[in-house]
């Protein structure tokens, strides 16, 4: 009997092996009308205005390479087990939240709490908070995941607003997207 079970890991896009999956445009929706997101950094090479932002970056830009001086929306590509392609991406949304204080920065990301990415960018970072959302995503790939099927990782948001207070958004967020925050204090 075969199955047909989706590898969320890579992807193939002509030869290149690619880890580009779509954030259910659903949560995005949610999340937008509390962020007002402008800039997507991650944008897919095969869709870039799929979240209808006036600002997006694929991989042929380079996203990590560009300015991030708006309310921004990350929805990394992951990489290895390891984690060494998406600490790239955080540490980006470290400093572009640094130099931009009064932007909004939100990352979709795995919840690999155990991985050691996690715990030296994420829980050691002070300044950002994790929002656990409950049940698993069924991010978009036509091509691989054509069924829906859902990740088969919970995911979390990584969420860093210098200037704002999160727990100002907090009630918003908690009625929008089901879900708990993991450390909602931000300590300046």
């Not at 954030?23 to 869709?47: G, R, V, W």
């Not at 600490?87 to 009064?102: D, H």
């Amino acid at each position: 009997m075969q199955t047909n079970k989706t590898k969320f890991s890579q992807i193939t896009t002509g030869d290149r092996k690619s880890s580009e999956y779509g954030t259910p445009l659903s949560l995005f929706d949610k999340l937008n009308s509390i962020f007002n997101f402008e800039l997507d950094p991650c944008a897919l090479q095969t869709e870039p205005d799929r979240l209808n932002l006036p600002y997006s970056y694929t991989n042929v830009v380079d996203g990590l390479k560009q300015e991030w001086g708006f309310n921004t929306f990350i929805n990394p590509p992951f990489g290895t087990k390891k984690g060494e392609n998406v600490r790239a991406w955080i540490n980006k949304m470290q400093e572009s939240s640094e130099k931009y204080p009064y932007n909004f920065y939100v990352m979709l990301l795995p919840a690999r709490i155990e991985s050691n990415w996690f715990q030296e960018e994420i829980f050691s970072d002070r300044k950002g908070c994790i929002y656990a959302i409950s049940g698993r995503l069924k991010f978009y790939n036509p091509v691989l995941n054509k069924n829906a099927d859902p990740h088969p990782i919970g995911s979390v948001l990584y969420i860093r607003a210098l200037k704002f207070r999160v727990e100002d958004i907090a009630t918003e967020l908690e009625e929008s997207v089901r879900g708990l925050f993991i450390r909602s204090k931000v300590y300046h």
